[in-house]
């Protein structure tokens, strides 16, 4: 009796070998890229950055969040190097060239071979320009689509009813207020006691109107009459502690002389000629701004997402 092809023992013997190296390649777990952490030099630079961006020193967590963010902007740089956009993105390829140009005037090379050079140099490594935008183009591809979403009203005004008791969202839910205003500037330059002054001058502007008042005072540089404008306005002019306090006044002390307001140059008499509380706005009128407050939070959400996955690839040697 013939014994069937299927039946002969090699053959069975090649195909389980051949099952077990296509099982074996299929669930051998791929192999980690690796990334350094940033070295104590470069997390030097970052203390050094967050405190001239602050003001103050970082503290220990704030520091481990900095070396985290740095770690994700590294992978981020990495795999679009993986994805060879190094090579390919034409802004990169721009600035690599431009580099080359400064690095040697008197170059005759062509534009191709400057790129060539420039990517045999590794130059894209060194570049913050480039480095730039080849983390944004990865975080781009995270959430490449959120900028054609919308959730909807329902969700929109849910954001837009939390929003009313939320400080932070002020400036968004609410008009600004607005104050118009004269003053009386008593400087601190041309007199040696400039709050004892303003308090004689307060005295002699009883009665009379700000056109005429203003003269008891010193010039100001942007004038002494303002039409109605908000506080934040009056903060670039006068400085915050003035818009503060004069906001403060304005719904009560129309239509009379008050103060003096200490702020940085002087002292200040105002005469508030009217005031205009803020207004909550509509949800109609602030959908627009409440739908890319929605997108931003989303794309936000999404690269967090997109970078932890990216983190399973990579190991971090620290």
Same mark, same amino acid.
């Given at each position: 009796m013939k014994v069937s092809f299927l039946k002969r023992p090699w053959v069975h013997f090649v195909a389980i070998g051949l099952a077990l190296f296509i099982a074996s390649d299929t669930l051998q777990e791929p192999e980690r890229m690796v990334v350094n952490a940033p070295d104590s030099t470069r997390i030097n630079e970052l203390k050094t950055e967050w405190t001239r961006a602050t003001g103050r020193a970082p503290t220990e967590e704030q520091i481990a969040r900095l070396v985290e963010s740095e770690i994700d902007r590294e992978i981020l740089f990495q795999e679009a190097v993986r994805r060879g956009w190094h090579e390919t993105d034409l802004?990169? @390829?721009?600035? +690599?060239?431009?580099?080359?140009?400064?690095?040697?005037? #008197?170059?005759?090379?062509?534009?191709?071979?400057?790129?060539?050079?420039?990517i045999a140099l590794s130059l894209y490594q060194f570049d913050k320009v480039t480095r730039g935008r080849l983390e944004q183009r990865v975080e781009m591809m995270s959430?490449?689509?959120?900028?054609?979403?919308?959730?909807?009203?329902?969700?929109?005004?849910?954001?837009?009813?939390?929003?009313?008791?939320?400080? =932070?969202?002020?400036?968004? +839910?609410? %008009?600004?207020?607005?104050?118009a205003m004269s003053h009386i500037f008593i400087s601190r330059d041309t007199n040696a006691d400039p709050e004892a002054k303003a308090q004689e001058v307060l005295l002699q502007a009883e009665g009379l109107s700000p056109q005429e008042a203003v003269k008891l005072g010193n010039p100001f540089l942007h004038g002494h009459h303002f039409n109605a404008i908000s506080p934040k306005q009056y903060a670039r002019y006068f400085? #915050?502690?003035? %818009?503060?306090? +004069?906001?403060?006044?304005?719904?009560?002390?129309?239509?009379? *002389?008050?103060?003096?307001?200490?702020?940085?140059?002087?002292?200040?008499?105002? *005469?508030?000629? %009217?005031?205009?509380?803020?207004?909550?706005?509509?949800?109609?009128?602030?959908? %627009?701004?409440?739908?890319? =407050? *929605?997108? @931003?939070?989303?794309? @936000? @959400?999404? +690269?967090?997402?997109?970078? #932890?996955?990216?983190?399973?690839?990579?190991?971090?040697?620290?």
């Open positions: 802004i990169v @390829r721009q600035r +690599l060239i431009r580099n080359m140009k400064f690095l040697d005037p #008197a170059t005759t090379a062509s534009d191709d071979e400057l790129f060539e050079n420039a959430n490449q689509h959120v900028s054609q979403q919308d959730p909807g009203d329902e969700i929109l005004r849910q954001r837009y009813e939390q929003g009313l008791d939320n400080p =932070g969202q002020r400036d968004l +839910l609410f %008009s600004s207020p607005k104050i400085g #915050a502690e003035f %818009s503060r306090h +004069l906001e403060e006044l304005a719904s009560t002390q129309q239509q009379q *002389w008050v103060g003096p307001i200490n702020a940085t140059y002087g002292e200040y008499i105002v *005469w508030i000629e %009217s005031y205009e509380p803020a207004k909550q706005k509509t949800f109609e009128a602030v959908r %627009s701004r409440l739908l890319i =407050g *929605w997108r @931003r939070e989303e794309e @936000r @959400r999404l +690269l967090i997402e997109f970078v #932890a996955k990216l983190r399973e690839k990579y190991e971090v040697v620290r």
